[in-house]
């Protein structure tokens, strides 16, 4: 059974910096990708970053500049730092984990349970 753990989350003024962290425990062949997403409130859920096993990251064009996404593979943990954060980052954050239980085989998808991000004055 993997598990992933969110944490970090909270309520912040605008302006304001978090640092989110994903846990991950349990059987783990190997990582292909850790990723952050959102989702608002009436509101898909929508990508946010991602890293890759070989340490490439990706992001939303709207967090480009502000957010970070690093992983620390010694802890099996990914963290998300968000800087100058905007009432329109108001949203669940879930932590994604692409990976196998075997080698070669097939990629499994895996979701934290989410930590709530909220900016507001």
């Known amino acids: 059974q993997v598990q992933l753990v969110e944490s970090g989350g909270g309520l912040v003024q605008p302006g304001a910096s978090l640092r989110l962290s994903c846990v991950v425990s349990g059987s783990i062949d190997s990582i292909n990708a850790m990723g952050w997403y959102r989702q608002a409130p009436g509101k898909q859920r929508e990508l946010v970053a991602v890293i890759t096993s070989g340490g490439r990251t990706n992001y939303a064009d709207s967090v480009k500049g502000r957010f970070t996404i690093s992983r620390d593979n010694a802890k099996n943990t990914a963290y998300l730092q968000m800087n100058s954060l905007k009432p329109e980052d108001t949203a669940v954050y879930y932590c994604?984990?692409?990976?196998?239980?075997?080698?070669?085989?097939?990629?499994?998808?895996?979701w934290g349970q989410g930590t709530q991000v909220t900016v507001s004055s």
């Open positions: 994604n984990l692409n990976w196998r239980a075997r080698w070669g085989g097939p990629i499994i998808t895996s």
